[in-house]
Nanobody
Framework: QVQLVESGGGLVQAGGSLRLACATS????????LGWYRQAPGKQRKLVAG???????HYVEAVKGRFTLSRDTAKNTVYLQMNNLLPADSGTYFC??????????WGQGTRVTVSS
């Protein structure tokens, strides 16, 4: 049973912004590092950013300075603010535990399309 629900994707022009949201249960939210994985068409799913239960975040080099993670403890929700989007950022974004070995199942994700 998937307990992480992603939302916030959409179509945006290059240079634009989107904010993704990942709502989950209190148990998952308070006990795990959570991250956003991106899967581009025809490619493997890869982690792009993660945030620990203590609020420490990390990002892959390609998104540093453009993407920002945050946590809302009242809503058990993790947000990914994506600014200055590039076509290469396009894909389906999934929220889940980090590392992948801790993942039980995947949700449907939320699609991001950045037009040039």
């Amino acid at each position: 049973q998937v307990q992480l629900v992603e939302s916030g994707g959409g179509l945006v022009q290059a240079g634009g912004s989107l904010r993704l949201a990942c709502a989950t249960s209190p148990t998952i939210f308070n006990s795990n590092t959570l991250g956003w994985y991106r899967q581009a068409p025809g490619k493997q799913r890869k982690l792009v950013a993660g945030i620990t239960k203590f609020g420490d975040s990390h990002y892959v080099e390609a998104v540093k300075g453009r993407f920002t993670l945050s946590r809302d403890t009242a809503k058990n929700t993790v947000y990914l603010q994506m600014n200055n989007l590039l076509p290469a950022d396009s894909g389906t974004y999934f929220c889940n535990k980090v590392p992948e070995s801790a993942i039980d199942s995947w949700g449907q994700g939320t699609r991001v399309t950045v037009s040039s």
